[in-house]
């Protein structure tokens, strides 16, 4: 029973941390070389990994998707430590809308003419940091949707991800303050409940001994006879 509850709880710890790496919001620096608009069919897997269509068009099983093509400076640990040469990573560029997850983004149309207006060479690179939330997974064509793009001044640059640190924080506060008040629920509540049970089952039980004891003298009094 121990390892099946410690297999569940990594269980829910991997998907609990594969949905805030897909939800949460990364910032990866890169050099925009063009944008394109292809048309798109949805799979019924790959289409749980995009949004919706733009606001105001209808939902079809078909339909244009921007595409923001960089040259994305490749880094270790999550993004967390930069390293020295760059790669291909493509990003779509959708909005969100009102679903999941609640970025609230309507104006891909914008951010695709500032993509075009940031594009550059390699002999004269024009450094962006594009923020994004998804996974690129080239074998089931699916591209992290870029929300956001501004010039930085070169590749050194370090983004600290301050909401994703205010995030954290407010859930180890939220966790602490749950268990807390789930301790102080049971000290209050559950513990004198089970003690009150525990004690009728004690009183219950000692009279159901009284019985039988007075059931085994009543019955030694006919033996005797």
Not at 147 to 174: C, K
Not at 215 to 222: E, H
Request: no cysteine; proline share 4%.
């Amino acid at each position: 029973m121990r390892y099946v509850r410690m297999t569940f709880r990594i269980v829910m710890v991997i998907l609990l941390g594969s949905l805030l790496h897909y939800v949460l919001p990364q910032h990866d620096i890169a050099r925009v070389t063009s944008t394109e608009v292809i048309r798109t069919d949805f799979s019924g897997f790959n289409r749980w990994f995009y949004a919706q269509a733009d606001s105001g068009n209808t939902e079809l099983s078909t339909r244009d998707l921007r595409l923001i093509n960089t040259d994305r400076q490749k880094t270790f640990l999550l993004g967390f430590i930069p390293r020295d040469t760059t790669g291909v990573m493509v990003y779509r560029n959708e909005d969100s809308g009102w679903i999941w997850p609640p970025y609230f983004k309507f104006d891909s149309s914008d951010l695709q003419a500032e993509a075009a207006s940031l594009v550059s060479t390699a002999a004269e690179p024009q450094w962006v940091v594009i923020t994004h939330y998804g996974w690129r997974n080239r074998f089931f064509s699916i591209y992290p949707n870029a929300v956001g793009i501004r010039p930085v001044e070169g590749p050194d640059v370090r983004v600290i991800p301050w909401f994703n640190i205010g995030f954290f924080i407010f859930l180890i506060v939220a966790w602490l303050f749950l268990r807390a008040a789930w301790a102080q629920f049971r000290e209050r509540s559950l513990d004198p409940m089970m003690d009150k049970a525990s004690h009728q089952m004690d009183e219950v039980n000692a009279g159901l001994s009284e019985r039988r004891s007075r059931l085994r003298r009543w019955l030694d009094t006919w033996r005797r006879k």
